[in-house]
């Protein structure tokens, strides 16, 4: 499984941005996606995940501002990211979950400038 995430950049507190994740491989076998986040000295934490098409799980701290949904190929992943704050700057991983095992990608930077 290979992932290619983009859509990062620098926004201003408020502002919104959309992350996107391809994935390649066995899409039957997505059925967990996930957005991660590390910012420098802190340990990955997990954003958002989705299982299925519609079971989403979101960290509190973004709930109610981010969205994660699955594109129509069902191998792609987004998260729609409104009313960002300068503690959501970090860089952004995406994640497919199969079993034990989670693939990632390569990282996409989001800065929130206050």
């Known amino acids: 499984v290979q992932l290619q995430a983009s859509g990062g950049g620098l926004v201003q507190a408020g502002g919104s941005l959309r992350l996107s994740c391809a994935a390649s491989g066995s899409i039957a076998s997505m059925n967990r996606m996930a957005w991660y986040r590390q910012a420098p000295g802190l340990q990955r934490e997990l954003v958002a995940e989705?299982?299925?098409?519609?079971?989403?799980t979101y960290r509190i701290s973004v709930k109610g501002r981010f969205t994660i949904s699955r594109g129509s190929a069902k191998n792609t992943v987004y998260l729609q990211m409104n009313s960002l704050r300068p503690d959501d700057t970090a860089v952004y991983y995406c994640?497919?979950?199969?079993?034990?095992?989670?693939?990632w990608g390569q990282g996409t930077q989001v800065t929130v400038s206050s």
């Open positions: 994640a497919v979950i199969i079993g034990p095992q989670y693939y």
């Open positions: 989705i299982n299925g098409d519609t079971s989403t």
